[in-house]
C-alpha cells in the first residue's frame, strides 16, 4: 500500500490534489504557505484539508514502520511464509496487523507452553480437527507421569485451543465487532473503609458516576474521560463488558463444525476459558483504549475550537493601556504600557478593604492616564474584578477612557514563565502578571502564544487526553491563526514570529537581534539579510510579513513577493502606479483575471491577489467591544432564580457552554438550554467571547454551581 492509497481512503479528495500536497510537504513548504499560495497546484485546498493529509501521511509512515519491525522479527524467527508475509503488506490498518502477529509475539510462558512441553499439542489438533466420534480413547495416549488422567490431558488440550481461538483473527475480529456494537460501560464506586474528609469530599464530584450503566457506543467523550479519572484518582471502578452467552455463542459459530460430536464439549470448554482469560480481557481494553481516542480527539478538537476562537478574539489594537491584576489584601497591582506593549509604569494601589485608600487611588489612577496618556484600561477578571470595575468607574477621567475586563486565565503562568522572567528580568511576578492582562486587551494573539495553550483554561479534560496529540492539534491551532492574521515584521516579538510560515524559533531571534541592531525594516527583501535566512525561509515567510509603510506598499499586504510584477502589470495595464491601484475599488472591478494566468500563477493565486489589493492587510478578526455587567450582581449570593443577565461565552464543551456573568464563578448553559429545538452542536449556537444575555435557572451556593439558560 502506497501514502497515496492509504490517505485516499480515508478523505475524498482527488488523487492528483494528494500527490501535489506530499510533494510541497516533501519540499519543506508549510501548511500556512501552500493553503495560501499554492492553491492552483493542490487543487485549492484549504488549511484543514492539507493538515488532514498531513495527519495521515504521519500514520501511514508509523504503520510502515510497525510493518516493517514486525516483517523483521518474524524473519528473524524464521517464521516468515509467502503467504505471511502477503497477507502482512496487504493490512491497512494497525490492529490488522497485530493480529497476524499476535501467535509469533514473544510472552511470558503461558499455560498452554507447558501444556505442549507436556506433549499434548496433538490431542488439542485432533479434537480441533473434531472428526473423531470418541477422543476418551485418544486421551489416553497421552498420559504420562506430568499428564496423570484423561482431565489433565483434556485440562492441557484445552488450554492450547483456547490460546488458538484467542490468536485467530477471525474470531478477535468477529468478537471486537461484537464488543463495539453492544458493549456496556460500566462504573461502581470504590469505597474506601479509612477515607479522610478531603477524599470523601473529592470523591463527591463523581457521584453520579457511583452506580452508572450505558451503551459504550453512546457514551459522550466528556463522560467517558470523566469516569475514566475517577478511575484513576482511585475513587470508581470502570469496565466494559458484553452479554457473556452471545459472545460463547458467536466464537462457537466461528469454530464449532459439529456441536454433536464430543470434541465439540471440549473445544466449548476451552471457548469459555479462552473468552475468560484471554479473548474478553484482551479486547475490552482495547475497545476501551478506542473509545478513549475517540474520546480524546473530541476532546481536543473542543479544545482547538476554543483556541481558535480566543486567539482571534477582537483586539483593541495599538493603544496606551493601563492595566490592573486586581486584589483585596495585596492590593491591585497597575502598570501602564505604551502602544507597542513596553512598560512605562508600575505600582500597587489600595482602593479596597482592609486598607481601603479610594481617595489616594482615584487620584493616583486619573494622575497615571492624564501622564501616559492612556486610551484603555484592561482589568483581570480575577478576585476583586467587579469590585475594581466599579472603582475605576468612579474616576473623573479628563479625557475618555474605555474600561474592559479581560480574560486573565494563564497570566499567572506566563508571569512564572521562563519567557516572561526573559521579557522582564528586574520585575517581579506580580507586574509581569499585570502586563500580561493588559497585552493581552491590545493584542490578544500576540499575548496568548507566549502561554501554554493547557493553561488558558478553555477546554475539557485537557489533562486526560493524549498529551502528544493535544500538543500537534494546539501547534497547528496556533500556526493557523498567527498565519491568517500576518505579523507585523517590526512590532512582532520572538515568540510571535516563532509561528510564522518557515521561521521557527532560532530565525525569530535572528530577526529580532537584526531589527535591533540594524533599525526597523523598511523593504521584505531585507528579510534575506537577516543570518541564516535563506531563500526557502523567504519564500515561506515573507507573505506573512506585514511592513506597514514600507517603500512598496506591497510588502504591507499578503501578496507575495513573487507576485509583485504581476501586479505591476495589473497597475501597468490600467496606466496607474501600484500605490494607486491598492484599495482602488474602481480600478480593481477592471481587472480580467483570466488574462493573467500564467504557467506559474493560476486563477486562484489571481484571485487571491486581486481580493487583497481590495483590502490589503485586512486584519480578519473584529473590533473588541465593552461588556457591562450587571452592577447589582456581584457575588454568587446575589442570584435568584429567573433573573436576565448579560455575560460572555468563556468556555465552550460537549455539553454546553460556560458563561461569565461577572462574578468568581461561570455559570453553565446546558445544550438543551442553548435555544428552542434540538442542538448537535453547541458551536453551532454560540462562540467564544460572544455576549449573551442568559436567565438564571438554578444556584447552588454550597457547590457553587450556577445553572443558565439561553432561551428567554
Not at 432564580?641 to 468556555?651: A, C, D, K, Q, S
Request: charged share 25%; aromatic share 6%; with cysteine.
Amino acid at each position: 500500500m502506497t501514502a497515496l492509497a492509504y490517505i485516499q481512503q480515508r478523505l475524498d479528495l482527488p488523487s492528483s490534489s494528494i500527490t501535489a500536497t506530499l510533494q510541497l510537504l516533501k519540499d519543506d513548504c508549510s501548511i500556512p504557505f501552500i493553503s495560501r499560495y499554492r492553491k492552483d497546484v493542490t487543487g485549492n485546498l484549504d488549511e484543514v484539508a492539507i493538515e488532514n493529509i498531513v495527519r495521515l501521511n504521519r500514520d501511514f509512515d508509523q504503520l510502515e514502520k510497525r510493518r516493517e519491525s514486525i516483517l523483521h522479527l518474524l524473519r528473524e524467527q524464521e517464521v516468515l511464509t509467502p503467504l505471511l508475509e502477503e497477507k502482512l503488506l496487504a493490512c491497512g490498518t494497525l490492529q490488522e496487523m497485530e493480529d497476524l502477529y499476535l501467535p509469533y509475539k514473544k510472552r511470558k510462558k503461558t499455560r498452554a507452553d507447558v501444556a505442549r512441553e507436556r506433549g499434548l499439542e496433538p490431542l488439542a489438533k485432533i479434537i480441533m480437527a473434531q472428526r473423531t466420534a470418541s477422543i476418551d480413547g485418544v486421551a489416553a495416549r497421552f498420559l504420562t507421569a506430568e499428564v496423570p488422567d484423561r482431565e489433565a490431558a483434556f485440562l492441557g488440550a484445552r488450554d492450547i485451543i483456547a490460546e488458538w481461538i484467542n490468536e485467530n483473527q477471525y474470531v478477535r475480529k468477529a468478537v471486537r465487532r461484537l464488543y463495539q456494537r453492544t458493549s456496556v460501560l460500566s462504573s461502581k464506586q470504590i469505597t474506601r473503609k479509612e477515607a479522610t474528609p478531603e477524599e470523601l469530599a473529592a470523591a463527591e464530584k463523581y457521584r453520579q458516576y457511583f452506580d452508572w450503566q450505558e451503551p459504550l457506543h453512546k457514551a459522550p467523550p466528556h463522560r467517558l474521560l470523566a469516569m475514566l479519572r475517577g478511575e484513576n484518582e482511585g475513587y470508581l471502578r470502570v469496565k466494559t463488558e458484553v452479554n457473556t452467552e452471545a459472545l460463547q455463542h458467536l466464537v462457537e459459530q466461528n469454530i464449532l463444525k459439529n456441536p454433536e460430536k464430543e470434541c465439540a464439549l471440549q473445544i466449548s470448554k476451552a471457548i469459555s476459558d479462552s473468552i475468560k482469560q484471554l479473548l474478553a480481557p484482551a479486547i475490552s481494553n482495547e475497545v476501551m483504549a478506542e473509545a478513549k481516542v475517540k474520546a480524546d480527539l473530541a476532546s481536543i478538537q473542543v479544545f482547538a475550537s476554543n483556541l481558535h476562537q480566543l486567539l482571534m478574539a477582537p483586539p483593541l489594537g495599538q493603544k496606551r493601556i493601563l492595566g490592573i491584576d486586581p486584589g483585596f489584601r495585596s492590593g491591585c497591582k497597575i502598570v501602564c504600557i505604551d502602544e507597542k506593549g513596553d512598560l512605562l509604569h508600575n505600582e500597587t494601589i489600595y482602593p479596597h478593604p482592609p486598607q481601603q485608600e479610594s481617595h489616594t487611588a482615584i487620584k493616583k489612577i486619573r494622575s497615571l492616564a492624564n501622564a501616559y496618556k492612556i486610551e484603555a484600561i484592561a482589568i483581570g477578571n480575577g478576585t476583586a474584578s467587579r469590585e475594581t470595575e466599579a472603582f475605576i468607574k468612579k474616576v473623573p477621567f479628563d479625557h475618555p477612557v474605555q474600561v474592559f475586563v479581560v480574560n486573565e486565565a494563564g497570566a499567572s503562568v506566563y508571569s512564572a514563565s521562563k519567557i516572561g522572567r526573559e521579557e522582564f528580568p528586574s520585575f517581579d511576578v506580580t507586574v509581569r502578571g499585570a502586563v500580561s492582562i493588559a497585552r493581552r486587551l491590545a493584542d490578544p494573539l500576540a499575548e496568548l502564544v507566549k502561554i501554554d495553550p493547557k493553561a488558558i483554561g478553555v477546554g475539557q479534560y485537557q489533562h486526560d487526553v493524549d498529551q502528544g496529540l493535544l500538543r500537534q492539534e494546539l501547534d497547528l491551532v496556533v500556526i493557523r491563526c498567527v498565519n491568517s492574521v500576518g505579523v507585523n515584521l517590526n512590532t512582532a516579538g520572538k515568540h510571535l514570529l516563532a509561528y510564522v510560515s518557515g521561521i521557527g524559533e532560532k530565525l525569530a531571534a535572528n530577526i529580532v537581534a537584526y531589527r535591533m541592531e540594524n533599525g526597523l525594516f523598511t523593504d521584505r527583501n531585507q528579510l534575506k539579510k537577516v543570518p541564516r535566512l535563506g531563500e526557502k525561509a523567504f519564500q515561506q515567510a515573507a507573505g506573512f510579513l506585514r511592513i506597514p509603510g514600507a517603500k512598496n506598499p506591497l510588502d504591507a499586504s499578503a501578496v507575495h513577493p513573487e507576485a509583485y510584477a504581476l501586479v505591476q502589470k495589473m497597475a501597468l495595464d490600467l496606466q496607474l502606479e501600484v500605490s494607486a491601484l491598492i484599495a482602488n475599488a474602481e480600478a480593481i472591478s477592471k481587472i480580467n483575471p483570466s488574462l493573467y494566468v500564467n504557467g506559474d500563477i493560476g486563477i486562484h493565486t489571481i484571485n487571491d491577489i486581486i481580493a487583497e489589493l481590495k483590502k490589503p492587510g485586512l486584519d480578519p478578526r473584529k473590533s473588541a467591544k465593552v461588556l457591562e455587567f450587571d452592577d447589582s450582581i456581584r457575588t454568587i449570593a446575589d442570584l435568584r432564580p429567573g433573573m436576565i443577565l448579560p455575560g460572555i461565552v468563556n468556555n465552550i464543551t460537549h455539553f454546553g457552554c460556560f458563561v461569565d456573568i461577572g462574578i468568581k464563578e461561570s455559570g453553565l448553559v446546558h445544550i438543551s438550554q442553548l435555544r428552542e429545538g434540538f442542538v448537535k452542536d453547541v458551536n453551532e449556537v454560540v462562540t467564544l467571547h460572544q455576549h449573551v444575555r442568559v436567565r438564571v435557572t438554578d444556584v447552588d451556593q454550597e457547590r457553587r454551581r450556577i445553572q443558565l439558560s439561553m432561551i428567554l
